[in-house]
């Protein structure tokens, strides 16, 4: 696989600041009438709120492979997927904010994003994008099409039932779907050696007789190399891959987490492993862009999420009598 091109580097830099642009705009919304008393009934967002920060290069590094007509399908921690993927970003931030112009009229919160034009969704439910993007990857072979399905889970995921039926299936029938991990280390607050019994979950790929690769140092040029060549393997007919990557998220669980649970080591770590960080000094130190430059793609990109969140909050709510609406057959 070759390195990726100048134009790939903007692309995939330009989608990470975005991703990481949305999210701090996301904390901040959702922390309004938490604070000082974290209360998670209050203010615009009530529930939980699953921030990517720290696991961008997951995204970008595989989406750059993707066309228009490869699905995607994402897990609960999924807007940088989604911003990768080109899902509609006001129409996804109307969503979130339980707008009636959003994704699904405000129906599915951050959890559940639905773009069908761009070939993206995302569950709530650990595990199972894996079985639904290996739905897609059916179809596409059904269809004689080369198109691939995307599957992104965490490493908790990796270790529910639907994860080795969906792979079984996919490497008996030689399926184009590729099973991104996103290793962060935590499903939830527990340890990735607590829960699950082997080191890599790329490793369980021999049990299915398919392709897997663990992709470390949260690196998106590793990423970008690695999915390259699983998903050029989905396109030949050459079955699955199982494509652990390794990653951190900067945040909790959960906004609001603190995470008593990670070593104090790891948390001091995350400024210096920061991917978009490392990145652009790397960016920079090889020549590719200069430093105001990326300085211009960030102004671009707070511009777009100041103008997104202004319009979702000058959108309509929901409407409670609309809740079944699209939920059974009308007459």
């Known amino acids: 696989m070759e390195s990726p091109s100048k134009d790939q580097l903007e692309w995939m830099y330009s989608k ?25 009934s209050a203010g615009p967002l009530p529930g939980e709120m699953h921030i990517s920060s720290g696991q961008e290069p997951c995204a970008v590094g595989v989406a750059v492979h993707l066309s228009a007509a490869d699905w995607m399908v994402a897990s609960h921690r999924s807007h940088h997927q989604a ?65 691939v399905a995307v599957g992104c889970i965490g490493e908790g995921g990796a270790n529910q039932g639907v994860f080795h ?100 080591d790891q948390k001091r770590d995350r400024e210096d492993i920061d991917p978009i960080n490392v990145m652009a000094r790397r960016l920079v130190d090889e020549g590719t862009f200069s430093a105001d430059y990326l300085e211009s793609i960030l102004a671009t990109c707070k511009e777009q999420v100041d103008a997104v969140e202004r319009y979702a909050r000058e959108q309509a709510d929901a409407k409670p009598s609309d809740a079944l609406r699209h939920v059974f057959v009308e007459a």
């Not at 990470?16 to 998670?40: S, T």
């Not at 559940?112 to 569950?123: A, G």
């Open 165 to 264: 039926e969906a792979m079984n299936l996919a490497a008996l029938w030689k399926l184009p779907l590729i099973c991104v991990i996103e290793d962060n280390r935590w499903g939830v607050s527990v340890a990735k050696d607590k829960s699950t019994s082997v080191s890599k979950n790329s490793d369980r790929a021999i049990a299915y007789g398919c392709y897997g690769e663990y992709v470390s140092g949260n690196d998106v040029w590793a990423v970008f190399e690695a999915a390259g060549r699983a998903v050029e393997r989905a396109r030949k007919g050459l079955g699955p891959t199982i494509l652990e990557i390794e990653t951190y998220r900067l945040e909790g669980h959960f906004v609001g987490d603190g995470e008593a649970y990670v070593p104090e």
């Open 83 to 147: 911003i990768a993927k080109n899902v509609d970003l006001a129409a996804m931030t109307a969503e979130i904010l339980g707008k009636e112009s959003g994704l699904g009229g405000g129906r599915g919160g951050h959890m559940h994003l639905s773009d069908p034009k761009v070939r993206f969704t995302s569950t709530g439910i650990v595990g199972q994008a894996l079985g639904i993007a290996g739905g897609h990857a059916l179809a596409s072979k059904m269809k004689g099409t080369s198109d």
């Open 16 to 40: 990470m600041v975005l991703a990481r642009e949305y999210e701090e705009m996301m904390k901040r919304v959702y922390l309004e009438g938490k604070v000082p008393v974290f209360d998670m």
